[in-house]
């Protein structure tokens, strides 16, 4: 059983939840409402911002199409490619966190190829690939693999140092630390480079 105070609690947690889903929606609801003002009495440009109208329109006919097949192909895409991505720089970075020599030699290389404007390498990968699901998976790759291997490598090397030390003493191996400690204390880092991944 709950005390009356816990009960009180609960209900503060629950309120502050339904209050935040409200302001979100109604935030959500002001902004396609101007957008919609804006658009009737042409203070936006609707060829290229369009409307809420526009785009309800342009969802129900292509909704009589083929909607739900660029849908699937979109989503497929989208899958392989954060899958694909996630994976590979994870592992990367776990390589890279397992051998200081091989971080220190790659470290400049990443900056350099993370630096790089992705898009604009667009055409050669479509030239290179083809315009089709390779191409937009390997796109996706090149911009996701390299900011997983940066901001996982990066919160490993912030694993504290005391606790290191702590593994080290209690005679635990590279394998023992990585699972045990760094990879467990990076978890939050690793969701949020998920987060940016999955855009």
Same mark, same amino acid.
């Given at each position: ?8 609690? =609960? @209900?503060? +947690?629950?309120?502050?939840? !339904?209050? &935040? ?10 902004? #396609? /409402? ?67 020599? =091989? @971080?220190? +030699?790659?470290?400049?290389? !990443?900056? &350099? ?10 055409? #050669? /990968? ?67 480079? =998920? @987060?940016?991944?999955?855009?």
């Amino acid at each position: 059983m709950f005390s009356e105070e816990h009960k009180l609690y =609960l @209900k503060r +947690i629950k309120k502050k939840k !339904l209050f &935040i889903r409200f302001i979100q929606l109604l935030i959500l609801i002001i902004f #396609i /409402i101007l957008w919609q003002l804006l658009a009737d009495f042409k203070l936006i440009n609707t060829f290229i911002s369009s409307s809420p109208k526009k785009v309800i329109d342009t969802i129900i006919s292509l909704h009589k199409t083929d909607l739900y097949r660029h849908i699937f192909v979109t989503v497929y895409e989208t899958i392989i490619s954060f899958s694909l991505g996630t994976i590979l720089g994870f592992l990367v970075a776990s390589i890279l966190w397992w051998n200081e020599t =091989l @971080k220190k +030699i790659i470290d400049p290389y !990443l900056t &350099i190829i993370n630096s790089l404007p992705k898009v604009a390498l667009g055409p #050669i /990968i479509i030239i290179w690939f083809g315009a089709g699901i390779k191409s937009i998976i390997i796109m996706s790759l090149l911009i996701s693999v390299i900011i997983t291997i940066i901001n996982c490598t990066t919160s490993f090397d912030e694993t504290d140092s005391n606790k290191l030390k702590l593994m080290k003493s209690l005679k635990a191996n590279k394998f023992q630390t990585f699972t045990k400690l760094v990879v467990p204390s990076s978890i939050n880092d690793i969701i949020s480079s =998920l @987060k940016i991944n999955i855009s």
